[in-house]
């Protein structure tokens, strides 16, 4: 039986540059008046909560949100994370110990462009199996998120089936985002499909038909058929809601606030 919650994913507020690191009681509030059921932050927005599971449970206490998922997004260029990046994400998985349940969603940084791309590709996946492999060890969960801009190694479909076979199925998941499905020039509902048995987090954004990045519902993507999609194969786990658009790069809350009211009138009808 499929039990889907839905959640906000902070990099609406990342697209503001600094203005929002570790402004969390502000953002929460407005995660938590939009009606989502948990959140999803970047440790980089996190700020001083990153430093303190005590602080972060109070915070999340206040406003009744779970920490669905914890995001590291890195640069992994080597094919062993070099000194800064293991420190941070052995404070991660220090870090995520003390929420039972959180998914650790991994995702690396776009380079400028596509060069050493095979190298890249290998590199970054030795990256995100050792990490998993590790959060595996304390017992929680992961998936890998691939991007879409001019510079991310796995943005086509060829990319995704080198992604797929690359990635050590026992210790991490496969989390589709539908934005950068469709910036990649794919079919949204046919990767979906096709991997479905390896996704265990997911992350929804919209585009729309001129390629620009929009709001939920104002976009091409069928959500409805995504989420049917996922209840037929008894998915369970977190939906994670986006947005990059401009609009959402000027006025993050509005803009959340604008996909809670999608997400009420919208999903929550669909059922869990």
Sequence with gaps: MSNIRYGCQFYTWQMSGEKYVGNMSHILD?????????????????????????????????????????????????????????????????????FPGTHLMLCQMPGDDRSDLEERQQNCLACVNDIAKRAADIGVVSSHHPNSPGGSVFRTEEDYKIMIDGM???????????????????????IFEQYMPLIKHVHLKDRNAAGEW???????????????????????????IEEESSNAETDPDGATLINGKYLVETLLPLGP
């Design 30 to 98: 407005v995660v938590s008046r939009s009606s989502f059921a948990g959140i999803e932050p970047d440790v980089a927005i996190m700020g001083s909560y990153f430093d303190s599971t005590s602080q972060m449970k109070e915070l999340l206490d206040k406003e009744g949100l779970e920490l669905g998922a914890l995001c590291l997004v890195q640069d992994w260029r080597g094919p062993k994370e070099n000194e800064e990046e293991r420190r941070t994400s052995e404070k991660l998985l220090d870090y995520i110990k003390d």
């Design 214 to 240: 929009a709001a939920m519902g104002e976009g091409v993507t069928d959500f409805p058929r995504l989420m049917k999609m996922l209840q037929d194969a008894d998915y369970d786990g977190w939906v994670m």
């Design 168 to 190: 050590d199925e026992s210790v991490v998941g496969y989390c589709p985002d539908s934005g950068h499905i469709l910036n990649g020039d794919m079919d949204v509902y046919a």
